[in-house]
């Protein structure tokens, strides 16, 4: 009976454990958030959230030879296929997915898309989710769980630990700049390589970082 006890006291703990990380099992794959996404499903997409409506997190495959995912906005997808889950320590999760597309005009497609899943269901960058899913599946997996609100120092502490205002004024070193840009330009070669950026997004971002 202790035993028992103790075991339910620890199911909430293993239950959000259990999507902690994206996983891929029987057929199902698992979103950051606990979303499913399985064969005979219908998945509805937003809108693009990259120029010109282009998804950032939706992808059409090689074998389609084609980029136009902006005719996908506000379409439905019958998913008939689920396969190539991979993971990515960068949080660019992606899952293949075979199916068909019903646009907003009516008229269908058989889409073979790439879909980095838990950023095109919490959107990034402050922009709009690309998959629609229910607002509990959407919180974005970096982002903490139940955590304490920070405390504000009271205005005296504030006042007692502030920089002086000639500390403010002093430079940023050129060689700590030049790190962080350097920093920068490797965050957004990761999304252009992981499909978040176009190349034309990529040179724009890098080349605004070393202008600065």
């Known amino acids: 009976m202790k035993k028992l006890f103790v075991l339910l006291q620890l ?11 994206p996983r891929f099992e029987h057929d199902t794959l698992f979103t950051s958030g606990g ?17 010109a409506g282009y998804f950032r997190f939706v992808k059409f495959h ?15 997808i019958l998913v008939k296929d689920l396969r190539q889950f991979k993971l990515s320590s960068s949080g660019n ?11 907003k005009d009516k008229s269908t497609l058989e889409a073979d898309v790439i879909m980095t899943f838990d950023k095109a269901i919490y959107g990034e960058f402050g922009l709009a989710p690309e998959l629609v899913v ?8 970096a982002a903490p769980v139940n ?9 005296e502490e504030v006042k007692k630990t502030a920089a002086p205002e000639e500390l403010n004024k002093q430079p940023v070193p050129e060689d700590l700049k030049k790190r962080l840009v350097a920093d920068e330009i490797k965050k957004l070669f990761d999304l252009y390589k992981a499909g978040a ?16």
């Open 35 to 51: 979303y499913k996404i399985y064969k005979g499903q219908v998945l509805q997409l937003g809108n693009g959230s990259s120029d």
């Open 93 to 103: 999760h992606t899952i293949r997915i075979t199916g068909t597309a019903t646009r």
């Open 197 to 212: 950026l176009t190349k034309e997004e990529y040179e724009k971002q890098k080349k605004k970082l070393l202008e600065q």
């Open 62 to 76: 090689t074998n389609m030879a084609r980029n136009d995912t902006y005719t996908l906005q506000g379409s439905s």
């Open 147 to 155: 955590e304490e609100p920070v405390k504000q120092p009271a205005k």
């Open 134 to 141: 229910p607002d509990e599946y959407r919180k974005s997996p």
């Open 11 to 21: 199911l909430p703990l293993i239950t959000a454990a259990q999507y902690a990380s």
